[in-house]
């Protein structure tokens, strides 16, 4: 006797990730006051990593000053060589906490290690999951039991499916605020650091109810590179920017060449805002 063929089935693998869990319906929610997805822009700006006090409190109040709706910045930072700077960790989010206290922007910042998660949950607002860590299913769990935001991103060679299945573990675990984030993959073009794959933001909303995020700064690699793709990103439907800006691009210890510069950040936020409402979206600030 033959087994008869399982019909094919036509539930995507990444169930609770996909758009159709809620009938069409995207995730909406809030971050701190701002809303997140539906018709909410979330500009989330800051350096690629805390170094110091003053770099910090000044991009912060630059940022907050051009109507950002996050603060970014690395404590735990995953560095290619491990003799590079690592991130000031502790101090460093005891810093975030004072940005976050004097501006009232909520916190992006990355967690690297499971055993740090305690401390981190404790500043952020969102915890960043690196694109180096998007297959770290341990990682994914942990922050899945916090009721901290999680933004996402694409790992380096993942395609849109592994990332929605990372996205999965995450959700699994009852945590429902995850935003995924394209960040530039490895393809054969060296022109680039990495090339922007724009269309993760339509395929991304097409296969998921999630917000769709884009961090156009670790794509370029070149500061002036990073407007024309914001502004494509935000005209293309992307749910919000993740950018790096720095008091002073030169000095910076990590990712200075593609660096905003702060004093230049409202006409940039200005430029963006302008492209959002292209694709029908407000820069979320607080209520
Ligand atoms: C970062 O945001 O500073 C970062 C390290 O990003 P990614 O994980 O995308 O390389
Ligand atoms: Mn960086």
New binding site residues.
Partial sequence: MTTPMKPASTEAPYRLASSGFRDGQRSVFDVAGRNVGGGGFALIAGP?TVESREQLLEVAAAVNDAGASMLRG?AY??RTSPYSFQGLGQEGLRLLAEARERTGLPIVT?LLDVRDVEDVVEVADVI?I???NMQNYALLAEVGRTDCAVLL?RGLAATLEELAMAAEYVLKEGNERVMLCE?GIRTHETAYRFTLDLLAVPALQEMTHLPVLV?PS?AAGRRDWVEPMSLAAAAAGADGIIVEVHDEPGRAIC?GPQALPADGFAGYAERVRRAAELAGKEVSVAA
């Fill in positions: 690629c690395g930072k995953p990355e960043q690196g694109a180096r991103k960040r961090d670790h990712d």
